[in-house]
């Protein structure tokens, strides 16, 4: 689903970052309000890495510290390589930083900008004019290039913002949001920029409060929630340390006597409790796919005719209730 | 070395975003020209007055004027600030490896260019009506106005950064510019203003500024009113543009 094997990259000698013990507080009017409080954090070199968590979980915070936006007020990080306390500017020259609101001016036009960008990054007059046409075609939007950006659409604005954090070709690419406020279909043409980074070699570290997009997009992902980590791992880890996967068995008549057989099998985690009249039995395993064949053969022993099967993840939402508490799709409604 | 280039990077964007605004720039270069027409005529019969310098009307009004451009036009530089740090732009400019100082320098040296186009206008307007110019007075007017909105500039961006909110902004520059502006004797020379009127406008720089202006579009660039101007307006710009700038530096939210 989410994986674009990138076999011309050798294993990373070193994370693109490291982070421990990273926090910040800023002062409210009643004391301290911790924003981000105290994370360690392992991103690998070329790959997608996720932060899901709800709005204020401390995402853009975390995002504004790794990129020099902002001093923590404790820990320490290396982003792509370099201290962030001691050499931010080091830092500054490896990465790449797409905010939120994005950050074009809507009264310029988008090859403008472009080039303004590659100056600022100290690129030579003619190599920013002609970064700024690669990126513009790379991007799909040579046919605005000279239009105010004002004029442009939300989903071109957004390429546009992602290819002004990638003037300096940067190792590491900070994207805060990236399809927050898109439409479905330049969600998706999104996804498939960040993907094509990817196979670059680019290492991407993105905020989301979409699980499906953390689902789709990332090559392992941190929940966090007010200021802390919760958990973390490849979306599939996650899902699975939640109650592994879900097999739905139509049995008709018999759904009793199937419990019967298949709770006592070992590979059966768990089963939901039986209700009258129930046509179906949900059972919990670790592996779904390994575990179909074994629980065919325990029915077919136990002379249970088996209708209908069917195997579903536990989603990402479930981990998120599961650590907090309290449901993602909740908090983003 | 890269504070300089970098400067100049950041300059080029925003006059040529000055340039290219049609609205922007009418408004710009009709407004000066526009307070001249309407408000030099007045003057000419307060001239005579008792207490009015002297040097004819448009000689005592036109350094005023200046000032008051000075005042007014480079202060609304927090706004665009405002609307730029709100939407990202600064955030994305402050990601990059340039220098910090440069990307507020270089916005406030194109207002320090804008302030200089509309000066020349004024002045080029105003000599026909019966302004006279000598040398090198004038050229020293011209250095002064520019270090005029060097300071006003830098203080409109420090508020900006402290403020964050275009309507407190507003309401404060509004509150704020009016006094200074009375109290500057542009408008009508604090010499005819009674004596406390007087003691709280020693407290104006923009008073130095103007009285300076005066005195140099009367080519008397000895006169002590000339160095009170710079030591005054040069030493507040110096210290704004720093403040400005390490305020600039510091987190932008």
């Known amino acids: 689903m989410c994986y674009i094997p990138h076999m011309d990259h050798t294993p990373a000698p070193r994370p693109a970052i490291r982070a421990i ?42 995002l504004r510290m790794l990129s020099t936006l902002l001093p923590p007020t404790g820990g320490e990080a290396l982003v792509a390589g370099y201290d962030l306390r001691r050499a931010p500017q080091r830092v500054r020259e490896h990465i790449g930083y797409v905010g939120q609101a994005g950050g074009t001016d809507h009264s310029v036009t988008g090859r403008a900008e472009l ?3 590659g100056r600022l990054y100290h690129l030579p007059a003619r190599t920013a004019r002609r970064r700024a046409d690669e990126l513009l075609e790379t991007f799909d939007l040579q046919g605005i290039a000279d239009r105010n950006i004002g004029t442009y659409s939300g ?10 954090g990638l003037v300096h070709r940067p190792d590491l690419l900070f994207l805060d949001e990236p399809t927050t406020g898109l439409d479905p279909q330049s969600r998706a043409r999104m996804w498939d920029e960040v993907r094509s980074l990817h196979v670059a070699g680019t290492t991407v570290f993105l905020t989301t409060h979409y699980l499906e997009e953390a689902d789709a997009l990332c090559d392992r992902l941190a929940i966090i929630d007010r200021g802390r980590i919760v958990a973390g791992g490849t979306p599939d880890e ?35 409790p039986l209700t009258p009249d129930a046509s179906s039995i949900r059972v919990y ?12 053969r325990v029915l077919e022993a136990g002379g249970i005719v088996l209708k209908t099967v069917a195997m579903s993840r536990p989603s990402l939402d479930d981990v998120f209730l599961r650590e907090t508490g309290r449901s993602l799709r909740e908090e983003a409604a | 070395m890269t504070l300089i280039v970098d400067t100049w990077t950041v300059f080029r964007r925003y006059f040529a975003k000055s340039v290219s605004s049609i609205p922007y720039m009418g408004v710009s270069l009709a407004q000066p020209v526009l307070y001249l027409v309407l408000f030099a005529p007045l003057l000419k019969s307060v001239s005579s007055v008792p207490g009015f310098p002297g040097g004819g009307a448009y000689n005592v009004f036109v350094p005023g004027l200046l000032v008051q451009l000075g005042l007014f036009s480079a202060t609304s530089g927090g706004w665009s600030l405002i609307a730029e740090v709100k939407a990202g732009v600064i955030e994305r400019m402050r990601v990059t490896p340039s220098s910090r100082v440069a990307l507020l320098l270089g916005r406030t040296l194109r207002d320090v260019a804008m302030l200089i186009v509309q000066a020349g206008l004024i002045v080029g307007a105003a000599v026909p009506l019966g302004l006279s110019l000598r040398l090198p007075g004038v050229l020293l007017a011209f250095v002064l106005m520019a270090l005029i909105a060097l300071l006003m500039a830098s203080v409109s961006y420090a508020a900006a950064l402290l403020l964050r909110d275009e309507n407190t902004f507003g309401a404060i520059v509004f509150s704020a510019t009016l006094p200074v502006l009375l109290l500057s004797g542009v408008l009508l020379p604090m010499t005819l203003a009674p004596q406390w009127l007087q003691n709280v406008s020693a407290f104006n720089p923009l008073l130095y500024a103007v009285e300076a202006q005066r005195a140099l579009f009367a080519n008397n660039i000895g ?11 040069g030493g507040l710009a110096i210290v704004t543009v720093v403040a400005a700038s390490r305020s600039f530096g510091r987190a932008v939210a």
């Open chain 1, 155 to 164: 989903g071109q604005r957004r390429r546009l913002d992602i290819a002004l």
């Open chain 1, 21 to 62: 013990g990273l926090r910040r507080t800023f002062k409210a009017r009643h004391g301290e309000v911790e924003a981000v409080a105290g994370i360690d954090l392992t991103v690998n070199q070329a790959e997608i890495f996720g932060f899901l968590g709800p709005n204020g979980a401390g995402k853009t915070t975390t």
């Open chain 1, 285 to 296: 395993v670790d592996h779904g796919e390994s575990s179909m064949p074994a629980i065919f």
């Open chain 1, 115 to 117: 080039v303004f960008q």
């Open chain 1, 238 to 272: 996650l899902k699975r340390a939640i109650a592994g996967d879900v097999i739905v068995l139509g049995v008709d008549g018999q759904a009793s006597a199937a419990l019967d057989v298949l709770s006592a099998q070992p590979f059966i985690r768990d089963h939901d």
């Open chain 2, 223 to 233: 006169d002590v009113n000339v160095v009170k101007g710079f030591v005054a307006i």
